[in-house]
Structure formats: structure tokens, C-alpha cells
């Protein structure tokens, strides 16, 4: 980024290379900050015109601003006394007025970024810059506010004042691709992470709309974005690497990122990636492609710059998408589900298999089963939560996760879930429907390992059958997770009953003559092995609000502990 500051209407971003205020008065002063304010006075127009005409007192908006900030920096040195303004003459206004921009400021979603570490022994030097910075906007405000309103406060909120996340990086010049990705090298990557955490965002977008497309044309080589407009999260998914390329008005999903997919280490970044995400491209198509480069064995996705996607669900899809593909290429069964290994006190381990798409009740299920089961489990260990894969080695199934995180919704968990990890957690909208929530699940080390299935799952949310039940006959086994039926709750656009090729409209919906004969094979496989393929009835697309999730979660944990 080649700005000092750039600001949007629901985004701040530092360049703490080139604007790094020390002083409260040197924040007032700074170019940056009274940019900030015009702004503000911009937003109070429409807002709040009593405040604005208090604030424009007849000048122009940068007019006011000068006279504002130097009235700041005054109240800062000398007793508020000793201070004569126009502005003062009653100081309620002055205190609403420093208030709202406060307010205002922690609005925004805001961002530091710093590309000048030197060393693996500077690692947190940007943490402490942006803690610097965050301690100096909150005691800025504090003394100011406590001159106008008279006495000294009482009660501190030491809440994140300055910025949301910090982020440390640099200029990738290894990257092992032909010069048609050339505008790799000019992209910050991004080598560290800080988050004030629990994060809390507000996107304008709340539901994923759409469908990934497959298309005959690389948008790599018609991307016209500023690189420097951009940033790199490089990402370990699974066993492979993306490069999640996204523009800085969409900081607050590249960001998450950090939450959800291992960060990929500078070393590991000249590696040649697997797959390239353009996120925020300026292409104007208002879509979501993806593209197999077959010369560099490449797969390139591209989501067009729109409000809606805000939403994080579009990258965190887009990114599984391009994996989902490039495993069945290794002929690797991609799972769209959660699993989990249950290690019970007796000493009994399973691993548990749950498939569906969204909103069949994948993750709700095993929330209720941690619940029920807390006297009888020991552990449980997330390998995946959304995505994984299945494949064979040595004639026997086995599974691995792709993320370290899960991306869950708040409504469907149990009422107590989201706050056992809430010092870690990245909520989004969490005021409104479909709210969501970030949460770290599993080390990376445990997801890229093979894991056994005993159990495979349909989860079926639109039947109103009870519990668990075996398929006798493996064609109907296989034609039941093939049609993926579901009730959709409103997490995408899709309403009522629907079909999705083997539940996974992320990969194999696209390439289905690659998938169905991995699933033939993967199907006699786990037959071949003794696994338990069966459904599960979770209920949700019939009674979301109902304790009959319950009952799936008791035959489960019966299952495991009498197998």
C-alpha cells in the first residue's frame, strides 16, 4: 500500500511505514487524522445537523477541521481555563462532539499494516507499534474528554481503541510461476497476524448468493487491479497452497483468514502454489469462477468486487472450491461435513463421519453430542468442520480436515458454544440472522494426518425420523449422499427442498464426471472395510428450534460406545 491512510466508509487502513504518530498532539496534527474528521463532519451532515452547524459554525468543512484540531491540541497543553473558543461556550457540544467521532472511528473496521521487519527477532515489533498506537488513541480521547466534561473519570473501558488487527509483510520475489502471474510480485504477502480478539465485524453482507463457475478463461490474465491496492494471505489448506489474493476494502476477510487456514510461512510462500484466489477483482461480471491453468497445473479463482461479498462465506467457498477440485485430481473424495475422533474416558476412540450441505445439521449435531456426552467423553478432536477428504491408502479409507478453524453460525450452536472460545473468536453481524462466528478448532499438525473412519453419515434434516440408521444395500447408501437432499435454512439463497450433487456444490457439483468414480471407489472401500454407512436425522430443516437433534446425538454416542 502506497497511501499513508486509506479510508473508506466502514474501512481505515495505516500504513504504519510511512504514518506513525508518537504524540497526542502529533495525532491531531497529522494529515491523516484530520482527514478522518472530515468524514466525520461529512457523516454528521446527514446525521446530525444540529451538531454539524456546532461544528461548521458557518466555515467550510476543512475550515472547521483546522479549528477543531487546534483547539484539541490546546485542551491538551493547558488547563481547559485557560483555553477561550467559540467552541466552549458551553461545552456540551464540544463533549458531543468529541464523543461522536470516537464513536465513529471505532465504527470503522481498522487496520495497521507495517512491511519493515527486518528479522524473525523483530517478529513483534509491529504488535507493539499497533499497541503503542491503540494506548494513544484511547488516552488522547480520555484527556480530552475528561477537560470538557470537568471531573476525571471512574470508570475505564479498556476497549481496542486503535485498530482491529495488525498485520506484518512482504515482497514475495520467489514465486515459482511464468510471467503471466507476474503481478504476484508486486502484492504485499502477508507474513504475520494480530488480532484484537474477540473481533467483532459488521459486513454489509449476511448470506452467500450464487454458485462457483467453471470457466474457459484464466482471469489472471485479464486482472486489472492496482497490485498495491492488495494483499497476499498465502494459506495452507489441507496439504496444499493457495494464494488468497484480496483488495484492501475487503481487509476484514483476508484477516479472518487468520482464524480459519494455517498461515503459510515466507519459506513456504516461494513454493509454487496450487491455486490463486482474486478476491474484490475489478472485473465488473459480478461473479465467482475458477479456472484450471493446465500449463502450470494451476487453479486460479476469481470473485468480482461487489458489496455482497462482504460476506466471508464467499471467500472461505471460493478457496474450498479450487482445494476440492485440485484433490480429485489426485483422486482424493472431497467431504462436504465434520469430523471428529470421540475418545471416550473408557478409552474407546471413534472417528465420526456427518455429510451434508449446508444447514443439515452437520455441526448442531456434534455440538449435542459434546453436550450430552460430557460425563463419558474425554476428548474430542475436530479434524474438519465444513470440508475434508477422504482418501485410500493401503486399501483403507481414511480422512483428513482442510482448516484449522470453523466458520459457524451462532444460532444453531449451543447457547454456551460460542463463548468457550470467545477470547479467540471473529464474530460477524453477531446482532443479526445467520450471525456468524470464526473460531480455532484444531493444529494444523492434527488436521493433515490420516484419520480413521468407523462411522459415515448422511445428515438429513428434512425426514421425521428418529435417530441413526444403517443402509443394508450399498446402491441406496450411495444414491442417498449422490442427490445431497436437504431443506435449505437460509443460509444461501436457496429456500425448500433441494438436490446438490453429493452435497458439495464446491468442486464436485462442477466436475462430476471426475467425482463419481472416486465415490464408486470410495463407497466399496468403506463397505470393503467394515465402515458403518448410514443417515442421521437431525431434524433442522423441519424444526430448527426443536430438542429432536438430541435424539441423533443419543444414537451416535450409543454407537460409539457399543462398537
Known amino acids: 500500500m502506497k497511501e499513508k491512510f486509506h479510508l473508506t466508509d466502514n474501512v481505515a487502513i495505516l500504513n504504519f511505514d510511512l ?22 463532519m461529512d457523516y454528521l451532515r ?56 470516537f464513536n465513529y472511528w471505532k465504527d470503522h473496521q481498522r487496520y495497521s499494516i507495517t512491511t519493515n521487519r527486518l528479522s524473525d527477532t523483530e517478529s513483534t515489533v509491529f504488535v507493539n507499534q499497533d499497541s503503542e498506537f491503540n494506548q494513544l488513541i484511547r488516552n488522547t480521547f480520555r484527556k480530552i474528554e475528561q477537560s470538557l466534561s470537568g471531573h476525571p473519570n471512574k470508570i475505564f473501558r479498556q476497549q481496542p481503541a486503535g485498530t482491529n488487527a495488525a498485520i506484518a509483510c512482504y515482497m514475495n520475489s520467489s514465486i515459482h510461476l511464468s510471467e503471466r502471474y507476474h503481478f504476484l510480485k508486486e502484492i504485499m504477502f502477508i507474513d504475520s497476524v494480530m488480532l484484537r480478539t474477540p473481533t467483532i465485524l459488521h459486513p454489509k453482507s449476511n448470506k452467500r448468493e450464487g454458485l462457483f463457475e467453471k470457466t474457459l478463461k ?48 515466507p519459506e513456504e510462500a516461494s513454493q509454487k502454489p496450487d491455486g490463486i484466489v482474486l478476491f474484490g477483482n475489478p472485473d465488473g461480471q459480478g461473479q465467482c469462477t475458477f479456472y484450471h491453468d493446465q500449463d502450470e497445473d494451476l487453479w486460479v479463482g476469481s470473485v468480482s468486487s461487489s458489496e455482497k461479498i462482504e460476506y466471508f462465506g464467499y471467500m472461505k467457498k471460493m478457496v474450498l472450491t479450487l482445494h476440492n477440485v485440485a484433490m480429485m485430481q489426485r483422486g482424493w473424495l472431497p467431504i462436504h461435513g465434520a469430523f471428529i475422533n470421540v475418545i471416550l474416558k473408557s478409552g474407546k476412540s471413534k ?20 453436550s450430552l456426552g460430557n460425563d463419558k467423553i474425554q476428548k474430542l478432536e475436530i479434524v474438519f468442520d465444513d470440508m475434508g477428504t477422504f482418501h485410500i491408502e493401503d486399501g483403507v479409507p481414511v480422512a483428513q480436515g482442510t482448516e484449522i478453524g470453523a466458520f459457524v453460525r451462532l444460532d444453531d450452536l449451543d447457547p454456551g458454544a460460542p463463548y468457550r472460545d470467545i477470547n479467540r473468536s471473529i464474530f460477524f453481524n453477531p446482532d443479526q440472522a445467520n450471525a456468524r462466528v470464526i473460531t480455532p478448532a484444531a493444529p494444523y499438525s492434527l488436521i493433515t494426518r490420516n484419520h480413521k473412519i468407523d462411522l459415515f453419515a448422511y445428515a438429513n434434516n428434512y425426514d421425521d425420523k428418529q435417530g441413526l440408521r444403517q443402509f443394508e444395500d450399498l446402491g441406496e447408501a450411495k444414491e ?9 435454512k437460509g443460509t444461501t439463497q436457496e429456500t425448500g427442498l433441494s438436490e446438490t450433487y453429493f452435497a458439495n456444490p464446491f468442486g464436485p457439483m462442477q466436475e462430476q464426471d471426475k467425482c463419481e468414480p472416486i465415490i464408486e471407489e470410495m463407497f ?40
Open 19 to 40: 504514518a506513525l504518530p508518537d504524540t497526542k498532539s502529533g495525532l491531531l496534527k497529522s494529515e491523516e487524522f484530520k482527514a478522518f474528521a472530515l468524514r466525520y
Open 46 to 101: 446527514t446525521h446530525d445537523t444540529d451538531l454539524y452547524e456546532w461544528a461548521a459554525a458557518g466555515k467550510s468543512d476543512k475550515e472547521a477541521v483546522e479549528d477543531l484540531c487546534r483547539l484539541g491540541r490546546m485542551i491538551l497543553v493547558f488547563d481547559i481555563q485557560e483555553v477561550s473558543s467559540p467552541y466552549l461556550d458551553g461545552t456540551d457540544n464540544a463533549l458531543n462532539f468529541v464523543e461522536g467521532i
Open 218 to 265: 484464466n482471469p489472471a490474465f485479464t486482472f486489472s487491479g492496482d497490485p498495491a491496492e492488495y494483499f497476499c494471505y498465502p494459506a495452507k489448506v489441507g496439504e496444499l497452497l493457495f494464494f488468497i489474493c484480496f483488495h484492501r476494502d475487503y481487509m476484514a476477510n483476508g484477516i479472518s483468514c487468520a482464524n480459519l487456514f494455517e498461515l503459510a510461512t
Open 351 to 370: 472417528g465420526i463421519c456427518l455429510m451434508g450441505d449446508s444447514g443439515a445439521g452437520k455441526s448442531e449435531t456434534i455440538e449435542a453430542l459434546k
Open 480 to 488: 442417498t449422499f449422490v442427490k445431497g437432499i436437504r431443506m435449505a
Open 524 to 563: 466399496q472401500c468403506l463397505k470393503k472395510n467394515n465402515v458403518f454407512i448410514g443417515e442421521v436425522y437431525t431434524h433442522l430443516g423441519l424444526n430448527p428450534e426443536g430438542d429432536d437433534i438430541k435424539d441423533a446425538a443419543k444414537a451416535l454416542l450409543k454407537f460409539i460406545e457399543n462398537n
